[in-house]
């Protein structure tokens, strides 16, 4: 029986850059940052006690393990509180975010990475 999601994958063109974006700009932590046979991997999350993980491999490399992968973006949702602090302090800290919209979900809105990948934030 699946339990929860363990990790997200996902692939950047620049893992530093996504680091400095997910810890600077969005506050996660970097919970582990590894390298072996010339693969590194860099597990990234909101807490180091958080359960679901984000790994930032690059697509580089893994275009060369596993060619036939899609390396696309997944589409990912975080739940949130205080989100009208949230969409605020991204603002101020520059990242690249849509309107801050009412759906039947609860207040929702967009932002983007530095590789202009979009994810979205509810409040919960």
């Excluded at 929860?4 to 974006?21: C, E, P, R, S, T």
């Excluded at 046979?37 to 006690?49: L, N, Y």
């Amino acid at each position: 029986m699946i339990r929860q999601i363990g990790q997200v994958m996902l692939y950047v063109n620049d893992q530093d850059a996504a680091v400095k974006f997910w810890t600077e700009k969005i506050g996660f932590v970097v919970v582990a940052d590894q390298e072996e046979a010339g693969m590194r991997w860099i597990e990234i999350a909101p807490t180091k006690e958080a359960q679901t993980t984000f790994v930032l491999h690059s697509k580089e490399i893994i275009a060369k393990m596993q060619p036939d992968l899609n390396l696309g973006m997944p589409s990912i949702m975080f739940y949130a509180d205080n989100i009208e602090n949230l969409y605020q302090d991204f603002q101020a800290k520059g990242v690249k975010v849509g309107d801050l919209v009412m759906m039947p979900l609860g207040r929702v809105f967009n932002f983007a990475d530095q590789e202009g990948n979009y994810f979205a934030l509810v409040e919960k």
